[in-house]
């Protein structure tokens, strides 16, 4: 069970802030780019706030043992005033660059990106990886790993918060909720302050951020109980609310839009034509038949090599140096081939999947007819998707056959994760080149934009430290998979499979955001 709780934890985290964006979109017609730039803002604020707080650190400011009251408040207060600043000043960049975005709402949707993107990165990512490992920790002599004592000592601290009721795995979500509420509230006091013109918002804003921020530290230093550690946030939460509320409250009523029910009906037109586009132009035929042509073919190549090589003319002394294959060779070649071409075929179908339309004019004749720009983009996306899934279960069942007619059984289940990690590794490059297809006119500007970031995304799986965070690391865990043919928790990489999801949420969000503005 409480692995069941810290799912459900873990998956609200990443898809309450989206659903609450929804909801806040239905009612008021805000823009996606708001959440894109709220999300924007709480990454930027982080590319100072933590090396400010190692500098902190470095200098003797920021004590990292405190040993007294005293050393714990004051590492509560600098903590909360590094916070303070770094975020509220971004958020005051954030509304800067919008220089329209001054309306109730307009602040509700920023603060929900800029909480939503810390609890998809806090929870989504980094703790969906932790609490995997500390699962297949549980049980395991700690003493018999390589670690130093204090590191012993850490993770037995973290392992006994599996001892606790299995419904504690929903307490990460509730701190997530109550941190979203926070930044909601400290949007509308920055945006306060420049609908009123008035600077001392912003500082009541960092001052507000601080105070909360400095009685989690001391709490949670002093090792307080959770749950009344959570009790005491959701009080100094209060005043900030109920401020919120007597400040906007009259506006948000006065803002709200007629609801447009046919908007998801709309959103099934547009799938169906994007399907019939992808299946008139034979996209479909191509697709699944390079994906079932490989899946097929990787175990005869695997199994056949050393044929292959005893058949070339001058080759046939390199044919007993090839060791006789086995099933391991054959998930390799098949990790391969469908990696090397089905990133291709993601490229080259999604970037022009808006900037062809774009460029033809046909995107201007679609969006004239009551048609959300939301659900033209997203039915792209989700047409291509429902095309990859086709195409990698016909590829998984031909490889399957071969592979049991060819070598020794393998477990089904693994082969099927397997697919699946490759499936969400894809999907990364088409986000991506969907978003670089919608800031594009043109199809060749697309192309070159989808190349880059999909490069950069590949990339950064080398970053030193960092980069089994990468969705790229995806690559990795499906290698370990075939080799080893069995699933591991220890071998697991459930940060970069949530790095993945985070990744396409936010490039379609951007997407939308982003097309929500352009003139056509």
């Not at 050393?306 to 060791?323: C, V, Y």
């Not at 499906?478 to 080893?484: D, F, K, P, Q, R």
Request: hydrophobic share 55%; proline share 3%; aromatic share 10%.
């Amino acid at each position: 069970m409480h692995a069941f709780f810290y799912i459900v934890s873990i998956s609200l985290s990443i898809f309450i802030p989206v659903i609450l964006g929804i909801l806040l979109r239905r009612r008021f017609r805000v823009s996606w780019l708001l959440f894109g730039v709220g999300a924007f803002t709480f990454v930027g604020s982080q590319i100072v706030h933590l090396p400010l707080n190692n500098l902190l650190t470095k200098i003797g400011m920021l004590p990292t043992t405190p040993e007294n009251r005293w050393a714990i408040a004051q590492m509560g207060i600098i903590l909360g005033l590094t916070a303070g600043i770094c975020e509220e000043l971004a958020r005051v960049v954030g509304y800067t660059i919008l220089k329209k975005a001054r309306k109730t709402e307009d602040g509700i949707m920023l603060g929900l990106g800029h909480g939503g993107i810390e609890a998809m990165i806090i929870i989504g990512v980094l703790t969906a990886g932790g609490i995997a490992q500390l699962f297949a920790l549980s049980g395991v002599d700690l003493s018999s790993l390589n670690i130093s004592q204090e590191q012993i000592l850490f993770l037995q601290t973290q392992l006994d918060a599996l001892n606790q009721p299995a419904v504690a795995g929903l307490l990460p979500l509730l701190e997530r909720l109550l941190a979203m509420t926070l930044h909601v509230v400290l949007s509308m006091m920055v945006l306060y302050a420049f609908q009123q013109k008035s600077r001392i918002w912003v500082l009541w804003a960092i001052l507000y951020h601080a105070a909360v921020d400095t009685i989690a530290v001391v709490l949670i230093t002093n090792k307080v109980d959770v749950l009344l550690i959570e009790f005491v946030l959701f009080l100094s939460l209060l005043p900030g609310f109920f401020w919120a509320i007597k400040v906007f409250g009259k506006q948000l009523k006065t803002n709200v839009q007629p609801k447009l029910p046919i908007e998801w009906r709309l959103f099934g037109v547009a799938l169906r034509k994007e399907l019939f586009q992808l299946w008139r132009s034979k996209m479909v035929l191509v697709i699944v038949g390079v994906f079932a042509l490989f899946g097929m073919a990787s175990p005869l190549l695997a199994y056949f090599m050393p044929q292959i090589f005893g058949s070339i003319e001058g080759a046939e002394m390199f044919k007993d140096l090839i060791p006789e294959p086995t099933i391991i060779d054959a998930m390799t070649q098949y990790l391969k081939n469908i990696s090397q071409f089905g990133f291709l075929i993601a490229i080259l179908v999604g970037m022009g999947s808006v900037a062809s339309e774009k460029e033809k004019g046909i995107t201007e004749m679609i969006l004239h007819k009551p048609l959300p720009r939301w659900a033209f983009i997203l039915s792209k996306f989700t047409a291509q998707t429902l095309v990859y899934v086709v195409a990698f279960f016909i590829a998984e069942i031909l490889a399957y056959i071969y592979i049991l007619v060819l070598f020794e059984p393998v477990s089904l289940g693994v082969f099927t994760i397997l697919n699946f990690l490759l499936l969400m590794w894809l999907l990364c490059f088409t986000a991506i080149t969907i978003l670089g297809s919608t800031v594009s006119r043109s199809i060749a500007a697309a192309a070159g934009i989808s190349l880059v970031g999909s490069v950069v995304l590949m990339l950064s799986a080398q970053i030193p430290n960092y980069g089994s965070i990468s969705p790229q690391a995806l690559m990795g865990w499906a290698g370990i998979l075939g080799s080893e043919l069995r699933f591991n928790l220890q071998t697991s990489n459930f940060t970069a499979l949530g790095a993945a999801v985070v990744l396409i949420i936010m490039a379609l969000v951007w997407a939308v955001g982003l097309f929500e503005q352009q003139e056509l």
